[in-house]
C-alpha cells in the first residue's frame, strides 16, 4: 500500500530565502507525481506535475525532481515571498490506478 | 480552457437532513471525476473516483453516494448527515495533470 510523506510538516522562513520540501513514497511503481498548493479555506492549485518517466520540471521559481528509485520528491522554492505563504501538498498516482495518493502536506509561512 | 464549478460553497444542515453537491466540468471531455474530503486539521481523503458515466468506485463506504450521470457532471449525496460528514468537499477532474474545484464548506449541526 502506498504511503507518502512530507516532512516538514510545518516551515518559517524570512523572504527571500531559497527552500526545499520533501515528499516521500513508499512504491517506486508511480504513474507521476503532481505537486500542489492549498491557500487557507480555497481549492488545490496545481504547480507541478512529473511523470515517471521524467526527473524534473520547472515553472518560473519553482523546480520539482523526482527520483523513483530511492521514493523521493523535492519541490524547490527560489527567492521566497510572502506570497509563497501556503500549504503545499505532494500526490502520487501508482501505475495501473487513477487515483492520487496525498501526503499530509508542508504549511509554508514566509515573513516579511 | 477547462473550468471546474462547485455549488454550493456554503451549507449548513442539520443531522439527519439529505445532501446533494454538484460538481461540473467544461471545456473537456470524457476526464476522471474524484471527490474529496478533508476535515479540519487532517488530510486529503478520497471518497469516490469516475472514469466514465455510471462508472462510480467507492473507497469510503459510510453514508456517502456518488453518481455521474451526465459526461462532465459528478454529484455526492447522502440520505441522512452525520456530525462527521463535516468538512471541506472538493471535487476534482483528470485529464494529464488533477485539478480541482473550488471546494463546498459542510458544517452538519
Known amino acids: 500500500k502506498q504511503e507518502v510523506t512530507q516532512i516538514p510538516a510545518a516551515l518559517s522562513v524570512p523572504e527571500g530565502e531559497n527552500l526545499v520540501l520533501n515528499c516521500s513514497f513508499t512504491d517506486s511503481a508511480i504513474y507521476n507525481l503532481q505537486w500542489f498548493r492549498q491557500d487557507p479555506g480555497k481549492g488545490l492549485t496545481s504547480l507541478l506535475l512529473i511523470q515517471s518517466s521524467q526527473r524534473e520540471q520547472t515553472s518560473g521559481r519553482l523546480n520539482a525532481s523526482l527520483d523513483k528509485s530511492s521514493g523521493r520528491s523535492t519541490l524547490y522554492i527560489a527567492a521566497s515571498q510572502p506570497g509563497d505563504s501556503a500549504t503545499y501538498l505532494c500526490a502520487v498516482m501508482g501505475s495501473g490506478t487513477y487515483k492520487y495518493i496525498f501526503g499530509t502536506g508542508t504549511r509554508l509561512k514566509v515573513l516579511a | 480552457s477547462q473550468t471546474i464549478h462547485q455549488w454550493p460553497a456554503t451549507l449548513v444542515q442539520p443531522v439527519g437532513s439529505p445532501l446533494s453537491l454538484e460538481c461540473t466540468v467544461e471545456g473537456t471531455s470524457n476526464p476522471n471525476l474524484y471527490w474529496y474530503r478533508q476535515a479540519a486539521g487532517r488530510g486529503l481523503q478520497l471518497l469516490f473516483y469516475?472514469?466514465?458515466?455510471?462508472?462510480i468506485s467507492s473507497e469510503v463506504p459510510q453514508n456517502l453516494s456518488a453518481s455521474r450521470p451526465q459526461d462532465r457532471q459528478f454529484i455526492l449525496s447522502s440520505k441522512k448527515l452525520l456530525l462527521s460528514d463535516s468538512g471541506f468537499y472538493l471535487c476534482?477532474?483528470?485529464?494529464?495533470?488533477?485539478?480541482f474545484g473550488p471546494g463546498t464548506r459542510l458544517t452538519v449541526t
Open positions: 476534482a477532474w483528470r485529464g494529464v495533470e488533477q485539478y
Open positions: 469516475s472514469v466514465g458515466i455510471g462508472q
